[in-house]
């Protein structure tokens, strides 16, 4: 809507970063209308609830678009229950990538 449009003008000169929050996508329209009036589109999928082909899906709407698309954020993964990736678990890969000391 109009007051929609002006409201986040508003924000955006007094702001960095808005986020907008948004259904899912494959549930309403909304998703896209609201990425129409965004710098930037992030696809938020939920682990063990979203499978790969409703993330895909919703991907693939995203993209036909044509709004821009920045990626594609993980959101509440549990890396003790993944499964891992050919037959190996990545989960404690996380220790071996510590920031180190510059003299």
């Known amino acids: 809507s109009k007051k929609f ?3 986040l003008q508003f924000l955006r000169e007094r702001f960095d970063r808005i986020v907008i929050d948004s259904a899912p996508v494959q549930a309403v ?3 896209l209308i609201l990425a129409s ?3 930037s589109v992030i696809y938020v ?3 063990d609830a979203t499978s790969a082909t409703q993330a895909q899906k919703g991907i693939a709407g995203i993209v036909a678009s044509n709004e821009p ?3 594609v954020v993980l959101n509440m993964f549990d ?3 993944a499964h891992g990736y050919f037959g190996y678990k ?3 890969y996380h220790n071996y990538y510590e920031p ?3 003299l």
Do not use: C, L, M, R
């Open 29 to 31: 329209s909304d998703a």
């Open 45 to 47: 999928v939920k682990a």
């Open 90 to 92: 990545y989960y404690n």
């Open 5 to 7: 449009v002006q409201a």
């Open 69 to 71: 698309f920045t990626g």
């Open 37 to 39: 009036n965004a710098d």
């Open 100 to 102: 180190t000391e510059t």
């Open 79 to 81: 890396p003790k229950k």
